[in-house]
């Protein structure tokens, strides 16, 4: 198997139960998902939290983020620094529900689609890797990573 095929199954076996609607199409312009999947607002520290756990979002295993205090930081996806500064909060929402909207055959795992899904166990088919809520706390969290710091 490969070593993306081996994550994949890892992020997928790790995922908890969670209850997730399907994203519905009218809520896609472009390529973002305009409206926030909760009427939460995202925490940017759980967001981070997220981010960094190798039990949950498992972004780090791919992603970088300079300044994140976390031991190994993955470097098969872009480098994350900056990303509020090329995405909105749609963009990247869209992005880390999906990617395959984006980009059919992508490696960036989907992590809010719960059809057609493949290699998922039988106990979580039909369930999200990570809660809307979570996609929030993290769109929240990267959107603020730009030059300037604030979250103008
Ligand atoms: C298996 C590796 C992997 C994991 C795990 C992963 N990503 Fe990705 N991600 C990628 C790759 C690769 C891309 C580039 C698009 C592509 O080719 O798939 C990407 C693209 C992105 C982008 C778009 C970046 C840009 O500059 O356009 C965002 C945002 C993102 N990922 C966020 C996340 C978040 C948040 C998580 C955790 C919830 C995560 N990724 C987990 C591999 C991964």
Redesign the pocket.
């Known amino acids: 198997m490969s070593r ?1 095929g081996i ?2 199954v890892l ?1 997928i076996s790790a995922c908890g139960a969670q209850e997730a609607p399907l994203i519905r199409a009218n809520t896609i312009l472009g390529d973002a998902i305009t409206q926030p999947l909760t009427e939460t607002a995202g925490d940017t520290i759980r967001g981070e939290q ?2 960094v756990s190798r039990n949950e ?3 780090i ?3 970088q983020v300079d300044g994140l205090d976390a031991e190994f930081q ?1 470097d ?3 480098d ?1 620094t900056l ?1 509020g500064d ?2 909105s909060a749609g963009q ?1 929402r869209l ?2 529900a999906d ?1 395959q909207l984006v ?1 059919p055959g ?4 989907s ?1 809010y689609r719960i059809h057609d899904l493949h290699q998922v166990g039988e106990a979580y088919s039909g369930e999200s890797v ?1 809660s809307a809520q979570q996609v929030e706390d ?1 769109v929240a969290y ?1 959107v603020e990573r730009r030059a300037s710091g604030d979250d103008a």
Do not use: D, E, T
């Open positions: 993306v994550l994949a992020i997220l981010f979002g498992h972004c295993l791919c992603h993955g098969v996806g872009p994350l990303v090329r995405l990247l992005r880390i990617y980009q992508a490696l960036m795992p992590y990570l993290i990267l």
